[in-house]
């Protein structure tokens, strides 16, 4: 067996990093993500790669853009109160279209909360943290190995549509230890963003306003082009006319918008027949995946789908599976974040039961095993 | 044309400053400055935050960064570590350095990384219209502080070598010679270093506080000023009411990415060699 590994998933998250290319980590420590900083601290450097422990979030998003602006895969790594504080670079990141990866490993919240206790309260705040329409990718791994995976494809999709992606980890996946069997460098895919051939006739931000992605020129290359948060045209100097503010905000949000089905990622069991659909991420999905293993045993038609990829949120995947379902129950430890999209993905065509779990404890599977069975405590209808 | 002007972008000029703005005379020193050291334009990274001084970068022929209001320097050091062999220059506003940011700025200092610093210091908030920043004398009058501020301020340059810079100096828009000699010094310094450039804000500063035109007020700086070699011959009272300009401090120390560079090529090992690493994950903290 080749590679076979106990480890955890913030361990599979830096080693993911590392192979799909990271050459620079800047961050500032916090539970339950500071073991990324940490093993980024001790094998970026043998690699030639850098590490920067910075005084603070803000400046930690600050240094990778930067760093990503010479070229470098760039990364950092956080829990929510940085998370918090790095909302307006991610802005920075996706205007100016730098491509940068964010490892959220949730905790309880809001504020100090429960620093070592498990939530997935940021799945708004990923998507809508910083101010003004922008786009972003937000992936959730299921399991420790998906922490490789995800973050190697977090750094290909940030690198082809020049978007900020977070990796939206939690507490348990974080720190829960598995085997897993790394592939081979060799047969890992990695994209590398696309820069122009040579200076002479770079435009910065030319593009299809359909969504084109530019070409991204390293800084220290002879380009000497500017980059600036201020809205812009093609050549990236400001400019203050509604149709150009208007041509670059469609612009960069077609980039996400439009390669939805590509950037579409989601496993899913027993939804062929099932009439109970069980939606979910992350560690929640771990005790949903038992749930409905046991009620099928019991001969309940229940399925699962987890979504990997959060944002975009792929609605389009609802109309495949919603056939013969008649109940979509959502368990997730936040009040209900994930469950608002479901609703409008589902749009009426069955009854949504949101069950929010925010007591810093994993659901247990009979948990949700229970509400399958005996149905929700609360559904949609009985919260408005 | 001259050494200077060949390395501004000219064709984005007219530039965005009122008339009588001193950003543009510092940002003028700047390229001479850089035009006598011969800096390699395409190795060469100018950084900036928000605030009508950190517009001077869209002027300038160089790969320019624009970034978010106190995170010129927090950008910077991601450059500056990522790429060592590029020089990074920031500019920026005494608001947008001392205020927003203050913490990046100090530590940067703290570690002494390669970057020269150009603080353009108009004791005020230009680009939103006349706030008062930390470095707004007391006494002095903003938007507000329609009562006078109240507020103590900042020493920059104190504060820049209390920090840890390696090379400090202060001089002013009237005093454009000295003003160029240093940042050519800064640059030269392998380490952090800081110019204060003492600027006039005639539409906000000025006009709030009946300082006169902008050659009135290139006239109280020239009055306020003593040189540092001249302070030292002075007897107190003569230096009562005055700022110190010329170089305030260069005291040269190991460079942080040169040190770090050396841990690096001292580790560096390939990654399929990578055993795994076993961490405790048990820990309980904030
Ligand atoms: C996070 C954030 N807060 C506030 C602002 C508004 N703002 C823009 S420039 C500025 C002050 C700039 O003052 P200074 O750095 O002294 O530069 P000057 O305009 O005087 O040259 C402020 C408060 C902002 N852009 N971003
Ligand atoms: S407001 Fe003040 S600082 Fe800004 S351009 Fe005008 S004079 Fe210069």
Redesign the interface.
Known sequence: MPNA????G??ACT?GA??AGL??F?GYPI??ST?IA??CA??L??????F?Q???E???I?????????G?K?MTATSGPGFSLMQ??IG?SSLCEIPIVIINVQRMGPS?GM??SPAQGDVMQARWGTHGDHPVIVLAPGNVKECFELTVRAFNLAEKYRVPVIVLMDEVI??MREKVILPE?SSIKVVNRKAPAAPGSYVPYAADPNGGVPDMAP????????????FHDETG??SNKGEVADTLLRRINLKVEKNEPEIRDYAVEGVDDCDTLVVTFGCSAMSALSAVRQARKNGIKAGLLRLKTIWPFPEATFDGIMGHVKRVIVPEMNLGQLAGEVERAVARRAAVERLGKVNGELFRPEEILSVITNGAARTAEASK | MSESMKYMRQGRLPHIWCPGCGHGTVTGALTRAIARLKLDKNKTIIVSGIGCSSRAPGYLDFDTLHTAHGRAIAFATGIKVAKPELKVIVLTGDGDCTAIGGNHFIHAARRNIDITTIVMNNNIYGMTSGQYSPMTPKGFLATTAPYGNVERSFDLSKLAIAAGATYVGRATTYHVQLLTDLIEKALLNKGFSVIEAVTQCPTYLGRKNKLGSAVDMLNWFKDGAVNVKAASALPPERLAGKFLIGELHAAPEPEFTEVYGNVVSQVQRKFDQFQGGVRGCEQNSD
């Open positions: 590994k106990l480890m955890q913030n361990e080693l590392l192979a050459e620079f800047a539970t339950p073991e940490e093993l001790e094998e450097p043998k690699l030639g790669g850098k920067l910075m005084e603070d803000i400046g930690s600050a240094a990778i853009i930067g760093a990503s602006l010479t470098k760039s307006e670079c920075y100090t620093p070592t974080g720190h460098q800084f220290g290359e002879g380009f000497r082009w500017h980059v600036t948060g201020l100097f400001p």
